[in-house]
């Protein structure tokens, strides 16, 4: 079996992050490293290595992750169309990407920048 991913060992309680949301499809805690006063990772927990490479019976899945980004930006208090959030998912090196298991960047607290860099 291949090595558990960082985000795993999240999800599995191996290593210390509390979690800002949870239910049977998904987790989410805090970036280690964020790039806006929130910044959340929304992470299947299923093993997806990146989003261009779910299949279809991911479905539900995908659906999750973005079903609990509403209610995490609901729960956060930016979800008020005069604040606001952003949804990012890095596919691939030239997007960024460098923890091989899916998850949604959710960024909100600040004016955020577009297009993206
Ligand atoms: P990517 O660049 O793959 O889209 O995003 C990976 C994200 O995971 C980065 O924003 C990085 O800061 C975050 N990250 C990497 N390692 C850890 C960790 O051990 N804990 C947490 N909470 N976030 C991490």
Request: cysteine-free; proline content about 7%; charged content about 20%.
């Amino acid at each position: 079996m291949s090595e558990k991913t960082i985000f795993q060992k999240i999800i599995d309680r191996e290593i210390p992050a509390p979690l800002v949301y949870e239910d049977d499809l998904v987790a989410a805690f805090n970036d280690i490293n964020p790039q806006a006063p929130v910044h959340v990772l929304i992470v299947p927990k299923k093993v997806i290595s990146r989003v261009g490479e779910a299949m279809a019976g991911d479905q539900a899945t995908l659906g999750a992750l973005l079903l609990a980004a509403g209610k995490i930006a609901e729960k956060l208090g930016v979800s008020d169309r005069g604040k606001g959030f952003r949804l990012v998912i890095n596919h691939g090196r030239d997007a960024g990407e460098t923890v091989p298991h899916m998850h949604v960047h959710l960024l909100a607290g600040r004016s955020l920048n577009w297009p993206p860099g």
